[in-house]
């Protein structure tokens, strides 16, 4: 038997009583020149007929029985019926997003490989798309998005390209780093590798609460365990799914950067920590504290302290007070550029299992408050995840169709039923919203109120 490591059993058995656990991404293709009215079936029909061999990651799924004593472990599909992973959707009108939400609302079926890809047509002026979803055991955000990139090209002319299901990894590649919920429990993926160094964890652990419980008291970003106040994104999912994405210009955000002298992602957090003021404001329901991200950072780890070694790099968690308080959005940017440059310095410092452990009551009261009766919604660990994904640098096609735009489709579940996560293509930045729907009805509007709060940043600091 090939047992899952405990985290993806856990997320297994979460998924049976809670939500999905699957990521996504969207992205939207113009046809090349020339192509005919039944471009998109061809293509389709192609994707069907192929040959293509099947990225090994795509043929196992769990399973668990009296056969495996109760255990998950991996069984591998000898055989792949792709018409039952590659499917046809026509959208009608404005209701692409609707389309989405409802696709990725759908679970996937343990019964087989873990994986959908749904081709779409009907958009505006002749374009389609992909949404692809995949398992979180399968592979993480990030991961998965290299799996599409691999099966992209640069080159316009190119065609018979290999769908991404197919196996398109380079030789002896390096693991991807993880994606959002990835990252979230990566440094507890490592705990079995620091258990030889246990005594400087626990010290670094140990120091890292006190670090916590003193910067709080003199006046630091530092947030403590259930500091975050609780809103309507922290409560129980419905089985509904609302998806919203918009993409903007790179160089206006790294405007923003140079004038206010901190991180492009930090302006990102910026804008979304905007949106989401602005859309609880609305509703009369912002909290007089700040609501409080759970935030991925990438440090190298104490433990792995040698310049060239490919393990180095580890994403540690930080909670990042978001300045929604704060009615000036400068202020709100320079809080959290406060808030991330500490969070850095903290995991740099401790290590990033350190970081995990020490965010342990933060994160299991989010996560498991909204499952246990009777509740007091009072406090919570943190209000919503904030992740920043980056895409392909320069334009990337696809059997000469041009990818105008990725957008992510990231995880929510009880607890977390807002999840925001950005990916930068090409010159431009992509915002991907995800959120129960009976949570935000009308997720459509984060779209304007990300423009009018980034045109607020660029107004405050004459960035424009």
């Known amino acids: 038997m090939n047992p899952l490591d405990p985290l993806d059993a856990a997320m297994m058995t979460a998924e049976a009583v809670s939500n999905p656990m699957?990521?996504?991404?969207?992205?939207?293709?113009?046809?090349?020149?020339?192509?005919?009215?039944?471009?998109?079936?061809?293509?389709?029909?192609?994707?069907?007929?192929?040959?293509?061999?099947?990225?090994?990651?795509?043929?196992?799924?769990?399973?668990?029985?009296?056969?495996?004593?109760?255990?998950?472990?991996?069984?591998?599909?000898?055989?792949?019926?792709?018409?039952?992973?590659?499917?046809?959707?026509?959208?009608?009108?404005?209701?692409?997003?609707?389309?989405?939400g409802e696709l990725d609302a759908l679970r996937l079926d343990w019964s087989r490989p873990m994986w959908m890809s749904y081709l779409i047509d009907g958009l505006d002026g002749g374009r389609f798309a992909f949404y692809i979803k995949v398992h979180h055991t399968v592979t993480d955000g990030v991961a998965g998005f290299q799996m599409i990139?691999?099966?992209?090209?640069?080159?316009?002319?190119?065609?018979?390209?290999?769908?991404?299901?197919?196996?398109?990894?380079?030789?002896?590649?390096?693991?991807?780093?993880?994606?959002?919920?990835?990252?979230?429990i990566a440094p507890l993926r490592s705990l079995t590798g620091a258990a030889a160094s246990g005594v400087g964890l626990v010290g670094r652990v140990a120091t890292g609460e006190i670090a916590t419980v003193l910067d709080t008291l003199v006046g630091h970003t530092t947030v403590l365990p259930l500091g975050a106040p609780y809103t309507r994104f922290n409560g129980r999912l419905g089985p509904e799914r609302a998806?919203?994405?918009?993409?903007?210009?790179k160089d206006r955000i790294q405007a923003v950067r140079r004038v206010a002298g901190v991180t492009g992602n930090e302006v990102l957090t910026a804008m979304a920590a905007g949106v989401v003021r602005r859309w609880l404001c609305d509703r009369g329901e912002l909290p007089k504290r700040p609501l409080v991200a759970a935030c991925p950072i990438t440090v190298r780890d104490p433990d792995h302290d040698t310049p060239n070694d490919r393990h180095g790099n580890r994403f540690g968690l930080w909670m990042c007070p978001l300045g929604t308080d704060l009615d000036d959005p400068l202020a709100r940017l320079d809080a959290i550029h406060r808030s991330m440059s500490e969070g850095?310095?903290?995991?740099?410092?401790?290590?990033?299992?350190?970081?995990?452990?020490?965010?342990?009551?933060?994160?299991?009261?989010?996560?498991?408050?909204?499952?246990?009766?009777?509740?007091?919604?009072?406090?919570?660990?943190?209000?919503?995840?904030?992740?920043?994904?980056?895409?392909?640098?320069?334009?990337?096609?696809?059997?000469?169709?041009?990818?105008?735009?990725?957008?992510?489709?990231?995880?929510?579940?009880?607890?977390h039923a807002l999840n925001i996560t950005t990916c930068s293509y090409a010159d431009r930045i992509g915002f991907g919203y995800a959120a129960g729907r009976e949570v935000v009805p009308d997720i459509e509007t984060f779209i304007p109120m990300t423009e009018e709060c980034l045109a607020e940043l660029e107004r405050a600091l004459g960035a424009g």
């Open 344 to 415: 850095k310095h903290w995991v740099a410092k401790r290590g990033a299992a350190a970081s995990l452990l020490t965010n342990a009551g933060s994160i299991a009261a989010t996560a498991i408050g909204p499952l246990l009766p009777f509740t007091p919604k009072i406090r919570t660990g943190y209000n919503l995840p904030i992740s920043h994904v980056r895409g392909p640098a320069t334009e990337m096609y696809w059997n000469g169709a041009r990818i105008e735009a990725m957008y992510p489709v990231s995880t929510v579940y009880d607890g």
């Open 149 to 184: 990139t691999d099966a992209l090209s640069s080159d316009p002319d190119r065609r018979s390209m290999p769908p991404f299901y197919a196996d398109c990894r380079p030789q002896a590649a390096p693991p991807a780093p993880g994606g959002l919920v990835s990252r979230l």
């Open 22 to 100: 699957h990521v996504g991404a969207v992205l939207i293709l113009s046809p090349p020149a020339g192509a005919g009215p039944d471009y998109v079936d061809e293509l389709h029909r192609a994707t069907l007929a192929g040959n293509d061999s099947i990225d090994p990651r795509l043929r196992r799924y769990p399973h668990r029985g009296v056969d495996t004593g109760g255990l998950w472990v991996w069984r591998h599909a000898d055989s792949v019926d792709v018409s039952r992973h590659c499917q046809r959707r026509t959208v009608i009108g404005d209701g692409f997003w609707r389309l989405i």
């Open 243 to 249: 998806v919203a994405a918009g993409s903007w210009a």
